[in-house]
């Protein structure tokens, strides 16, 4: 999709510090970090929302988070623990409408989430 930001940084063309890639998906840091791991993996596929998943998208999500479950291990969290977080549309606080799943780890997290 020509317009969409994640699109962008997939193609090189929006700079973006990349941690994580692979055949099906793509792994960067947030700019705006909110805990000391945070980085975002984006299907390299353009998808909108979590509404527009297909049967032809399993495979894609599963790997979504196989690879953050492989980096949070790389960066020692898996066993303090870490969140996975994919929000959709206006009240989760979706701003950037190609799917990512949130990597956030090295600090604790709080529930209920705000
Ligand atoms: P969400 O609110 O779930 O759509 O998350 C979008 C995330 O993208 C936010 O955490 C932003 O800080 C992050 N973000 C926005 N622009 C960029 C960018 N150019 N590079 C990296 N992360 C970004
Ligand atoms: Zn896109």
Request: aromatic fraction near 8%; glycine fraction near 8%.
């Amino acid at each position: 999709m020509a317009e969409c930001l994640f699109c962008k940084i997939r193609d090189g063309s929006i700079p973006a510090k990349i941690v994580y890639r692979d055949s099906e998906c793509l792994g960067f840091e947030d700019i705006h970090p909110q805990a000391p791991t945070h980085v975002l993996f984006i299907p390299l596929t353009h998808i909108s929302t979590v509404n527009e998943l297909t049967g032809e998208d399993r495979e894609r999500i599963g790997h979504l988070f196989m690879a953050a479950a492989k980096l949070a291990k790389e960066r020692g969290h898996s066993e303090a623990g870490y969140r996975l977080v994919m929000n959709t549309n206006r009240d989760a606080g979706q701003t950037v409408f190609h799917i990512h799943l949130h990597l956030l780890g090295g600090r604790p997290f709080t529930w209920p989430p705000g």
